[in-house]
T-cell receptor
Framework: DVKVTQSSRYLVKRTGEKVFLECVQD?????MFWYRQDPGLGLRLIYF???????EKGDIPEGYSVSREKKERFSLILESASTNQTSMYLC??????????????FGPGTRLTVL | AQKVTQAQTEISVVEKEDVTLDCVYE???????LFWYKQPPSGELVFLIR??????QNEISGRYSWNFQKSTSSFNFTITASQVVDSAVYFC?????????FGAGTTVTVRA
């Protein structure tokens, strides 16, 4: 079974702090994604990585950056956390990008609260 | 622009009732894929089904069934004889190149 793990289930940070959210997958997948989930908005893509050190902006990248130094690990970084970044963050991975056959596997999510 | 609309925010049913979740989508692509995901209280989204735009056959998998109608741009999901374990948030999603565009989700609560 594919396993996508996220470093924390719940996180509380203060405004202005630098926040790291970590995601690890154990299936040697090429592609990894970070989404945020908000009520009434569903999931929105923040960033996507298609290879080590390669990244692409998603629909809402402002205020975020990412790092992928190793294939299995994809980090989401909030350089200076703000209250409007309070949300559920979900990581996903997939081997290929052919939506006909490749399935995105999701982690359990990190619920981040910024005070 | 891609868009997925799940008009029902919340649905509450008593166990053994059937429940249908609506999904309407907009796309200019001729080839696209539609998905349903389930998010139980544990948090991780679980893939349920994928449908391509050329296959309008309805599908049944156990208590789950899906009705894809291209003419009305809808991809509805029915849970037959619901159970408490079906309580979750359900998301409909539409392919956009290599990405997925998600609807807002429908929270289903099944009461014993």
């Amino acid at each position: 079974d594919v396993k996508v793990t996220q470093s924390s289930r719940y996180l509380v940070k203060r405004t202005g702090e630098k926040v790291f959210l970590e995601c690890v997958q154990d299936m040697d997948h090429e592609n990894m994604f970070w989404y945020r989930q908000d009520p009434g908005l569903g999931l929105r893509l923040i960033y996507f990585s298609y290879d080590v050190k390669m990244k692409e902006k998603g629909d809402i990248p402002e205020g975020y950056s990412v790092s992928r130094e190793k294939k299995e690990r994809f980090s989401l970084i909030l350089e200076s956390a703000s209250t409007n970044q309070t949300s559920m963050y979900l990581c996903a991975s997939t081997q290929g990008l052919a939506l006909a056959t490749d399935t995105q596997y999701f982690g359990p999510g990190t619920r981040l609260t910024v005070l | 622009a891609q868009k997925v609309t799940q008009a029902q925010t919340e649905i509450s049913v008593v166990e053994k009732e059937d429940v249908t979740l609506d999904c309407v989508y907009e796309t200019r692509d001729t080839t696209y894929y539609l998905f349903w995901y389930k998010q139980p209280p544990s948090g991780e989204l679980v893939f349920l089904i994928r449908r391509n735009s050329f296959d309008e056959q309805n599908e049944i998998s156990g208590r789950y069934s899906w009705n894809f109608q291209k003419s009305t741009s809808s991809f509805n999901f029915t849970i037959t004889a619901s159970q408490v374990v079906d309580s979750a948030v359900y998301f409909c999603a539409l392919s956009e190149a290599y990405k997925l565009s998600f609807g807002a989700g429908t929270t289903v609560t099944v009461r014993a």
